[in-house]
């Protein structure tokens, strides 16, 4: 994962727009279609509704391509479309955490808990405003690897100043309760077996 690649970009219709995987995006996506296994199934299937939808969420900017996909949904798709397909499932795959690989802990234990998009976003959510301060604005707007990355840091800085990290100022962080049952680490690792059994029709790690 680099932090540098996390916009996506795409030209469609004489148009170039800058897509961003913000939390906000993810979560109103995941919603909307219970989870990514669906949504990525219909990008990589072509569809203009799904795929103007995407663009929508995510767009950096106005744009007028979702209601130019709106207008020709009922015609084949071209080679255009085509083109486009390969970086929006690259965008879903950011906004689920599936672009970063899972760190291994020595320490941690082989039974592994179920957790689905839903909780890994509020995880997110409360850990940027809980743990790193930010007002939920700032939250909704970042990806998912940037908060993952902030979270890091600050648990690094916890750990470089009280070394075990409980202090107070760590068990303060705790206060945040369910956010911080599990680390981005560990969520992550799940997500990455989510991923798999996606293959399968699964809907969340084993």
């Not at 077996?193 to 029709?201: D, M, P, T």
Request: net charge negative.
């Amino acid at each position: 994962m680099s932090l540098a690649f996390d916009e996506v970009e795409i030209e469609l219709a004489g148009e170039v727009v800058h897509l961003r995987p913000t939390l906000r995006a993810a979560m109103r996506l995941e919603k909307r279609y219970g989870g990514f296994s669906d949504l990525i199934v219909s990008i990589g299937e072509g569809n203009l509704t799904t795929i103007a939808e995407v663009i929508s969420q995510t767009s950096a900017e106005i744009t007028d391509v979702p209601t130019f996909l709106e207008t020709i949904k009922h015609r084949p798709v071209g080679a255009e479309i085509n083109r486009i397909i390969n970086p929006l499932t690259q965008l879903a795959m950011k906004m689920a955490g599936l672009d970063e690989a899972p760190v291994k802990r020595t320490n941690e234990s082989n039974d592994s808990e179920c957790i689905t998009f839903a909780e890994y976003f509020e995880t997110l959510f409360g850990n940027a405003c809980g743990v790193l301060g930010w007002t939920p604005d700032t939250a909704w707007n970042a990806t998912p690897a940037e908060i993952n990355a902030a979270y890091r840091a600050r648990v690094e800085l916890l750990h470089a100043l009280f070394g075990t990290g409980t202090s107070n100022a760590s068990e303060k962080g705790k206060e945040t309760s369910r956010p911080l049952e599990h680390t981005p680490d560990q969520i992550k690792s799940g997500i990455a077996q989510l991923h798999a059994l996606s293959l399968s029709g699964a809907n969340k790690a084993a």
